[in-house]
């Protein structure tokens, strides 16, 4: 069995967010073996008009693979009321896979001056 280091950004913009992202890490726990959460931060949306995210980090490991990983964290999602919507100015949850093995995954978000913050608390 192999174990694979990973990286997830989780985040969420509505009133109940630290509950949100609370759940969703007690969800996430069922596929992924946490080793370290970032604190919870407050950050301006960015290329949309919202409320402000709460957002955060953890470092895990998984045995699942990345496509089954993925499908697991989307279930997550759905599970917590995540909906496939053009109006993305309201998000429950979002979970992003950054980093799986030595591959960092949504690249351009590497940039983000959150994801810069908390990737230096993990």
């Known amino acids: 069995m192999t174990i694979h280091p990973i990286i997830l950004a989780l985040g969420s913009n509505v009133t109940d967010a630290a509950n949100k992202l ?54 997550v999602e759905k599970v917590l009321g995540r909906e496939k919507s053009s109006d993305k100015r309201v998000v429950e949850i979002d979970i992003d896979i950054m980093k799986y093995d030595d591959t960092l995954l949504h690249v351009s978000d590497w940039k983000r001056d959150y994801i810069t913050i908390l990737i230096s608390q993990l």
Do not use: D, H, R, Y
């Open 22 to 75: 609370e759940q969703a890490l007690t969800l996430c726990k069922e596929s992924v073996s946490v080793i370290k959460v970032t604190p919870v931060i407050e950050t301006s949306p960015v290329g949309i008009i919202s409320p402000n995210f709460l957002n955060m980090m953890v470092s895990a490991t998984t045995t699942l693979s990345l496509s089954q990983l993925s499908l697991n964290l989307k279930a």
